[in-house]
């Protein structure tokens, strides 16, 4: 299959030269990317094809937009490579993700700084050794949009993980102790979520040299026990997204006074 070059449409999200600026929101699930777009100014859909749905629009007169990547890494990676590759350069990974440590209520934003690279995807781009860090200003942006609504949140190391079902019923398979020795270490090691897409995305984005940061809502326990029902009406998506949005509006003022002190 030959790989799309930027003035035609690439072969997975369908976009091509033009149809986004360089910030882009990248949230799993393509039923966030409209109420997104619905916090920027002028949202339009610009395409759908298989997982990925992207809407562009602008934040403060600049081009924005929202890709879905669908669930996992594979697909997150395909997603930031035909991005950038029709011109985006600042990507922001925004979902939910489960509780791994005991203190972090339901609802509590995890800005993510790193990501632990329990996938397969990001072996295929550099050894295991090479950490999966996001940029620093995205996440110094994502925790001043924070701040500026009122959220509370957290900074912290992401797990990101290939199976869903590996961490929400880990005794039911045959690797069970493998599987739990391993998440007790990532609490052990003051890990806060488990998601995944972080860790694969990290990665393409230090080889593709683009900037990647994270935000997540952090939903559950870290002990698998469920949220009560004061607890899931105590949390709202538009919380996640309109930190995000706030996060991003930080980013791109940094971005035009840096650019205006050169």
Same mark, same amino acid.
């Given at each position: 299959?030959?790989?799309?070059?930027?003035?035609?449409?690439?072969?997975?999200?369908?976009?091509?030269?033009?149809?986004?600026?360089?910030?882009?929101?990248?949230?799993? %699930?393509?039923?966030?990317?409209?109420?997104?777009?619905?916090?920027?100014? @002028?949202?339009?859909?610009?395409?759908? @094809?298989?997982?990925?749905?992207?809407? *562009?629009?602008?934040?403060?007169?600049?081009?924005?937009?929202?890709?879905?990547?669908?669930?996992?890494?594979?697909?997150?990676?395909? *997603?930031?490579?035909?991005?950038? /590759?029709?011109?985006?350069?600042?990507?922001?990974?925004?979902?939910?993700?489960? *509780?791994?440590?005991?203190?972090?209520?339901?609802?509590?934003?995890?800005?993510?700084?790193?990501?632990?690279?329990?996938? +397969?995807? !990001?072996?295929?781009?550099?050894?295991?050794?090479?950490?999966?860090? $996001?940029?620093?200003?995205?996440?110094?942006?994502? $925790?001043?949009?924070?701040?500026?609504? +009122?959220?509370?949140?957290?900074?912290?190391?992401?797990?990101?993980?290939?199976?869903?079902?590996?961490?929400?019923?880990?005794?039911?398979?045959?690797?069970? /102790?493998?599987?739990?020795?391993?998440?007790?270490?990532?609490?052990?090691?003051? *890990?806060?979520? =488990?998601?995944?897409?972080?860790?694969?995305?990290?990665?393409?984005? =230090?080889?593709?040299?683009?900037?990647?940061? +994270?935000?997540?809502?952090?939903?559950?326990?870290?002990?698998? !026990?469920?949220?009560?029902?004061?607890?899931?009406? !105590?949390?709202?998506?538009?919380?996640?997204?309109?930190?995000?949005?706030?996060?991003?509006?930080?980013?791109?003022?940094? %971005?035009? &006074?840096? &650019?205006? !002190?050169?």
């Amino acid at each position: 299959m030959p790989v799309s070059g930027k003035d035609e449409p690439q072969h997975h999200i369908r976009l091509k030269s033009g149809d986004v600026g360089r910030y882009v929101f990248l949230p799993g %699930d393509p039923g966030r990317c409209e109420p997104i777009a619905q916090l920027f100014d @002028n949202p339009r859909l610009v395409a759908a @094809n298989r997982e990925y749905t992207t809407w *562009a629009g602008t934040l403060d007169g600049e081009p924005v937009a929202v890709t879905s990547t669908g669930i996992g890494c594979p697909s997150a990676a395909i *997603a930031i490579e035909e991005l950038k /590759n029709v011109g985006a350069d600042t990507f922001i990974r925004v979902g939910t993700s489960g *509780a791994m440590q005991p203190d972090i209520k339901p609802g509590t934003l995890g800005v993510i700084s790193g990501a632990i690279r329990d996938e +397969g995807t !990001s072996s295929h781009y550099l050894p295991i050794e090479f950490p999966a860090v $996001a940029d620093l200003e995205v996440t110094r942006a994502l $925790a001043l949009g924070a701040r500026k609504t +009122g959220q509370p949140y957290r900074i912290g190391i992401a797990q990101s993980k290939d199976s869903f079902f590996g961490q929400h019923e880990p005794g039911r398979m045959p690797v069970a /102790n493998r599987l739990k020795d391993r998440w007790s270490a990532w609490v052990a090691g003051g *890990a806060i979520c =488990s998601e995944m897409e972080a860790a694969g995305l990290f990665i393409v984005g =230090s080889t593709l040299r683009v900037r990647v940061g +994270g935000i997540m809502q952090i939903l559950g326990h870290h002990d698998q !026990s469920p949220m009560t029902a004061e607890e899931k009406a !105590s949390v709202s998506l538009d919380d996640l997204l309109t930190t995000a949005v706030a996060g991003l509006r930080e980013l791109i003022a940094h %971005d035009r &006074a840096e &650019a205006g !002190s050169r």
